[in-house]
């Protein structure tokens, strides 16, 4: 099982980005998937959440209003659309995905699947 992630760069500050996640070896459309970031001297901390089939949507606060999880389980993809962008959205953002039904979401724990990361750095 494989998830890969792209699109991040650098970009200033205000802009936007799209990352993408491509998943093979399994489907994931049964289940979450979700985004989480990892800053310069941060901890992981979750950004995005995704369900299964009803694509209920979940954010951090910081995320809220301006980025945008989706998926395409045709596809086996997910994506995160991320809009006026800050200096503090810098980070490393890694995919994660799970195989098995569970009410929690915002945890690394949650997920036993991750890709290899992608960066993002917004300049000011």
């Known amino acids: 099982v494989q998830l890969v992630e792209s699109g991040g760069e650098l970009v200033q500050t205000g802009g936007s980005l799209r990352l993408s996640c491509a998943a093979s070896g399994r489907t994931f459309s049964p289940y979450s998937m979700a985004w989480f970031r990892q800053g310069p001297g941060k901890e992981r901390e979750f950004v995005a959440v995704i369900s299964g089939r009803s694509n209920i949507t979940h954010y951090t606060d910081s995320a809220k209003g301006r980025f945008t999880i989706s998926r395409d389980n045709a596809k086996n993809t997910v994506s995160l659309q991320m809009n006026r962008l800050k200096p503090e959205d810098t980070a490393v953002y890694y995919c994660?995905?799970?195989?098995?039904?569970?009410?929690?979401?915002?945890?690394?724990?949650?997920?036993?699947?991750w890709g290899q990361g992608t960066q993002v750095t917004v300049s000011s």
């Open positions: 994660a995905g799970r195989d098995y039904y569970s009410s929690s979401w915002s945890q690394a724990s949650n997920y036993n699947y």
